[in-house]
């Protein structure tokens, strides 16, 4: 048995198909995908615009709670910079239970889902109980965002963090308890996780560093050498330089910058997502770009933390390959963090279309590259199978309400430069993952009871 449904506008690889056929099988994987009508049952007709969903490539879920409550000023903290946020941070993490962890992450989950993301690699450091015991069970956190996963239906890659130091030569302090493993204990915890995947479709598990700051070399490679007798295949995420006070203590600490000493000394490859690649030299920017590693750019956390602006094309012009992540999720929102990379590249450029090239051929739209660049980055990042609609990926289909008034009289050709450049509404109204509808007119069926847990949440955290 399989469903096949009749798409008005079917995004596919370079192009649409108008009307586009897709066909999907029990297991949730595309079967086929064609302009021309398949034997069989009459097909489920489907209106507007079916893009496929884009995997968000960095997330810590409990950030959520966070948002709009460290945009302030005080005689204590007159600059504010992502250092002094940390602190702010900090204090909600003493209080974090795991109750509150899997609300929050529901939550910012189903958020995710109601744009058009139907994947997220959870970068997942608040392991263990305030002081920095374990939980009886030592997995109990991770459980608790797998919990969420599951309750909204998102396909989740989940990246159990390694941290073991407060910085390069220092010790961890009081408020990083919680953070930290020796190298064996993580590894111990990535096997059990491996072992949760029994039964789940949805669910990867990939390794995670902190950063050079976090963790030793000698450390990073065992880790590395541990996750790679597990699973040669899996991704490998790192926060590499998301301040120039990042850069400043990895080149004082081992002689070079973050991505150049990853380049040289662990080496990078397809299977790296780069997190905040934000300040990297020109030869940092040829290096990773040829790598194959997947830059993991956080456009509007990166944007309210005052980080610095990702060299977009620079690295997009020497063929690197890039994704977004939402990271303390400021927003959720696909178009939001694709329009600030562009724009944020035309104010300080001073031009227009910034990532599009002339291909010789006809017009290149900004929105069709943007869109499809960070899909397949989304897609390399979480190695989730899904990132386009073609036989054999995971039947991740979004669809784009053409009455909404972003699309109001918008064809193929202009829809994706209409949604993420050209207005402000969510034109998301359907969301399928894995062949299953878990957003129907923009709604959830745990959506109630995912925003009353949350609310209960926030309140054991800020009182
Ligand atoms: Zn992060």
């Known amino acids: 048995m399989s469903n096949i449904y009749e798409v008005e506008h079917l995004h596919q690889p ?32 489907l209106r507007g615009f079916g893009v496929p969903g884009l995997s968000n490539l960095h997330s810590h879920a409990f950030q959520r709670a966070l948002a709009g409550r460290t945009e302030f000023v005080s005689g204590e903290r007159a600059e504010d910079n992502l250092w002094t946020w940390r602190k702010e941070m900090y204090r909600a993490v003493d209080r974090l239970t795991p109750e509150a962890c899997e609300a929050i992450g529901a939550l910012v989950y189903l958020e995710m889902l109601q744009f058009g993301m139907t994947g997220v690699c959870e970068f997942h450091y608040v392991h263990h109980q305030p002081g920095g015991a374990a939980y009886d ?15 909204t239906g998102i396909g989740l890659t989940m990246l159990p963090v390694l941290y073991a130091h407060g ?32 039964g789940r479709e949805g669910l990867h598990v990939g390794l995670a560093l902190h950063s050079l700051r976090a963790v030793t070399p000698d450390e990073a490679r065992a880790a590395l050498a541990g996750m790679d007798a597990m699973d040669p295949q899996a991704r490998l995420h790192i926060h590499v330089s998301e301040t120039t006070h990042e850069v400043a203590e990895v080149e004082a600490g081992l002689g070079a910058r973050p ?51 990702f060299a977009l094309p620079e690295y997009h012009g020497a063929g690197g390959a890039w994704g977004i992540g939402t990271d303390s999720h400021y927003s959720t929102s696909v ?103 878990v957003v129907r007119d923009g709604r959830h069926a745990e959506e109630e009871r995912i925003r009353a847990a949350y609310r209960t949440a926030v309140a054991t955290l800020f009182g």
Not at 137 to 149: G, Q, Y
Not at 281 to 300: K, Q, T
């Open 259 to 309: 991505v150049q000493w990853l380049l040289d000394n662990i080496g990078l490859d397809d299977r790296w997502c780069l997190v905040h690649a934000t300040h990297m030299d020109p030869s940092e920017v040829a290096g990773a770009a040829a790598s194959g590693a997947v830059a993991g750019i956080c456009p509007l956390t990166e944007a309210t933390m005052g980080d610095g602006f």
């Open 335 to 437: 178009s939001e963090e694709l329009r600030i990379l562009e724009c944020g590249k035309r104010l300080e450029l001073r031009r227009r279309n910034v990532i599009a090239r002339p291909d010789g051929g006809g017009p290149v739209h900004s929105g069709r590259v943007l869109f499809d660049t960070a899909l397949a980055g989304g897609e390399q990042a979480s190695g989730q199978g899904g990132g386009a609609l073609v036989p054999g990926r995971r039947a991740d289909l979004v669809m784009l309400d053409a009455d909404c008034n972003v699309l109001l009289g918008h064809g193929p050709e202009t829809a994706l430069d209409a949604r993420i450049l050209g207005g402000t509404q969510n034109p998301v109204r359907d969301v399928m993952v894995g062949g299953r509808w």
């Open 137 to 151: 069970n030592p997995a109990e956190m991770s459980d608790r965002l797998i919990a969420a996963a599951e309750l």
């Open 167 to 198: 910085g390069i030569g220092k010790p961890v302090e009081p408020t990083q308890t919680r953070f930290v493993h020796d190298v064996d204990a993580y590894l111990r915890l990535i096997e059990t996780l491996r072992a949760r995947r029994n």
């Open 14 to 45: 370079g192009g649409w198909l108008s009307p586009g056929y897709i066909e999907i099988g029990q297991d949730g994987t595309i079967l086929s995908v064609s302009g021309t009508r398949p034997g069989g049952g009459a097909p489920t007709v």
